[in-house]
């Protein structure tokens, strides 16, 4: 069975300020896809990335970074000198590689507050 | 490429009413996706479509659910004689193969059920 687990529930930061979103996940696959969306008030998930287990190498797109680290089975997100439009929840996924194990396994999200 | 779309994007029903939803994907996009999601909580998996043929549905889903995909192209979820628990947001996404392994959601349906 697959798991995530998003620990923090709510995040409030004032703007400018970084911030770390912390996911980790559970499974017994030996390849699989990590994934972070974005859930602003007006409801759609919108896609950020997606990352393959086998390539550990960071990320970095404009101000938001991902460190993934099979070590400790944690995918984490943080977004550099925060911005209001940030303000959303946050959630990390887990998926298979292979069309049967393709769905998508959410954790709880972490809503992030970006005050002015 | 148009996004995803869903209709309708909000539905009000009275208890033991039968509601339909509809899910169009990206053009091309041969796999589909239902996924609710609850209050607080993340999108949960209940179907899946390749082209026409739905390969896998959770236990969520119960016999009052059903899903299809005739053609391989829009989906339709429909829940018969809805419940009062049956209140949430009804999520569809879809994907490519070959590389293309991301699932892109639609604006969703929100139900609820009086």
């Known amino acids: 069975a697959q798991k995530v687990t998003q620990a923090q529930t709510e995040i409030s930061v004032v703007e400018k300020e970084d911030v770390t979103l912390d996911c980790v996940y559970e499974?017994?696959?030996?390849?699989?896809?990590l994934f972070w969306y974005k859930q602003p008030p007006s409801g759609e998930l919108v896609f950020l990335i997606r990352?393959?287990?086998?390539?550990?190498q960071n990320e970095i797109s404009g101000r938001y970074s991902w460190n993934f680290q099979k070590s400790t089975s944690s995918f984490n997100f943080t977004i550099t000198a925060s911005q209001v439009v940030d303000s959303a929840v946050y959630f990390c996924a887990l998926s298979g590689m292979g069309g049967a194990n393709s769905k998508l396994t959410f954790g709880k999200g972490i809503t992030l507050s970006v005050r002015p | 490429d148009t996004g995803v779309s869903q209709d309708p994007r909000h539905k009000i029903t009275k208890r033991g009413q039968n509601v339909t939803f509809r899910c169009d994907p990206i053009s091309e996009h041969n796999r589909l996706y239902w996924y609710r999601q609850t209050l607080g909580q993340g999108p949960e998996f209940l179907t899946y479509?390749?082209?026409?043929?739905?390969?896998?549905k959770s236990r969520l889903l119960s016999d009052r659910f059903s899903a299809e995909r005739p053609k391989g192209s829009f989906s339709t979820l429909e829940i018969q004689r809805t419940e009062q628990g049956d209140s949430a947001m009804y999520l569809c996404?879809?994907?490519?193969?070959?590389?293309?392994?991301?699932?892109?959601f639609g604006p969703g349906t929100r139900l609820l059920v009086l």
């Open positions: 996404a879809s994907r490519g193969t070959g590389g293309k392994e991301t699932q892109y």
């Open positions: 990352r393959n287990s086998f390539d550990e």
């Open positions: 499974t017994r696959d030996t390849t699989y896809y």
């Open positions: 479509f390749q082209n026409e043929a739905q390969l896998e």
